[in-house]
Structure formats: C-alpha cells, structure tokens
C-alpha cells in the first residue's frame, strides 16, 4: 500500500513541476505547428485513377462543319460546297478610301470574312500608325462568288478566294494629280511588301511577294511561315498529329498545342478538353479537324 501511495505522490510531483509543465506544453504547440505548416498530401483521385492529384474537370465539344474554317482547303482536289462558302457571312466594302481603316478599296466593292476584315484593320492600322501616308494599301480582290469562278473557267469550290479569307493587297501610289494602283511586287512597293513578310504572321495571315494573303489564324500563320509550307501541306503534315502527341508551337508571348482530330463519316468529330481550356478549331475540308489550344 505504501509503495502505491509512494508512487501516486511521485506522478504528482512531476506533473505539478513546473519544468515538467513548460515541457508538455512546448510539446503541444510543436504538435499544432506541424499540423498547421506541413502541407498533407492529396486525397483526391487522378484522372488516371491511380495518384493523389486532384480530378480535372473536362468537356466535351462536338465539332461540325468539316469544310468550314480558315483551314479549309479550296482546290481542285478538295473543292468547298456553296454551302460550305457562304456559311462565312461575307461582310461587304465599297469601293474607295477607306479613312478609319487606312485603305483603299479598288476598282469594285470587296467581301470578305469578318474575322479577315478585323484583322486587316488591325494590321493596316499597326503599319500606318494611324496616319494617311502619300502611298497607301489598297485591297484589289476579295471573294469570288460560284458565278465568277464559272465564268473565269475554274471548276466551283476550287478557288482559294471563294473561302473569303484570301485576299490581294496593292499599293495606291502618287502619280501626277491621282494616284495609280502598284502590284507588291514592283519596286515602289519594297517597303511595304517586307513588312507585310516579316509582320503578316501575327495578326494571322500568311502573304507572298506578290501581294496575296491568306487568313489562317495564329498560331497556324507562325508555322507556316517558319516552316515555308503552303496551306495543303501544312494540313497534310497535321494529320500525323494527336492530341496526346501534338505540334508544340510558341510564337510571341504565347504556347501553342495543335494536332488533327479525324471526322466521321457525318463530318463530325468530338472533343475532351480541360474545362478552361482556350482553343480554336476549324474544319480542313479534308477528313476532320484542327485544333489549337492555348497553354494556360
């Protein structure tokens, strides 16, 4: 009895020390610390089904419109339906000075793509910084209706300029009293024509010497130019592309993934992308899809 009674005065004792209690407590506040600032792992599932990343939430696009997009191709061996052509919503120019744009309009009134015209704006704008200049762009041809194919002797649907995303830049140059329109490709035009080679990339569009421009879209523009490829080879190399295995593309302040998606046989296509994701899509008019994600 008396060795129990030694040993409960004992525990007290040492609980009731002070330098036992200062002890205890030091423990406590360790313990809090370590549950407050050691991260814990993740609980939650992977997509994969086997880590502790958290789920992604994703969706899924139904893509239509197989022969529509500033990818289409519109040649001889993959001609665009009328359908497919007019389902741009051609917006219209009349033919002369064009002040808040920064240029002119020549000979009749031109149609073009919407998105052709905002980014034809922009870059005009970018060149003349606003100000007229005694020479100034002009646009010479834009859309070129079934009706105008036929006549010329082109089978329908072949014709880039059916898409109403190709166009062809001059330059309104002084002569005499008026002015006179120039080619791209004559001397008078060299200053502009190399800025249009150096600059038409970034606002989308792909451009030869001689003045015609094609609207295609970034990053798309970037990798043709870098890689001198025309808009049929360019979807050709792009087929060999997935999802899982896609084209890596930077371009300036900006990442890019593009690959191809295959349609079916209705000239649809699905797909799963993170649900924030930011990407464009357009029909190639050859066989399905190409996509361009923006890295986040």
Known sequence: MENANEKRD??????????????????????????????RRAT?????????????????????????GSLALSDAAHPQSREDCLSVGMECLPAG?????GYAIGGASIRLAPVVLMQLDRMILDYTGGNANYSVPCVTSGYRDFAIQSASGQTPGSDPAGTGYALT?????????????????????????AWLASHAAVYGFT??????????G??????????????????????????????????????YSVFFVPAGKDGTATLTL???????????????????????
Not at 97 to 101: L, V
Not at 274 to 296: C, K, L
Request: charge should be neutral; charged fraction near 10%; proline fraction near 6%.
């Open 10 to 39: 004992w525990k007290r004792g040492i609980l009731n020390n002070p330098i036992w209690q200062l002890m205890a407590a030091g423990a406590v506040i360790v313990a809090v610390l370590i549950a407050v600032l050691v991260p």
């Open 169 to 193: 830049l001059s330059l309104c140059v002084p002569q005499g009293d008026g002015m006179t329109v120039v080619p791209l490709s004559n001397p008078l035009a060299q200053s502009f024509s």
């Open 97 to 101: 000075w064009h002040a808040a744009s």
């Open 274 to 296: 993170p649900e924030n994701a930011v990407f464009s899509a357009s029909g190639t008019n050859a066989g399905g899809y190409v996509i361009a994600v923006r890295e986040q």
């Open 44 to 68: 939650g599932k992977s997509v994969g089904g086997g880590g502790a990343e958290p789920v992604v939430p994703t969706v899924t696009h139904t893509l239509t419109g197989v022969g529509r």
């Open 218 to 255: 970034v990053p798309h523009a970037f990798v043709m130019l870098r890689s001198s490829l025309s808009l049929s080879a360019y979807v050709a190399a792009l087929t060999e592309k997935t999802q899982t295995a896609p084209l890596s593309v930077e371009t300036a302040g900006a990442s």
């Open 207 to 216: 451009y030869d010497s001689g003045g015609a421009l094609r609207y295609v």
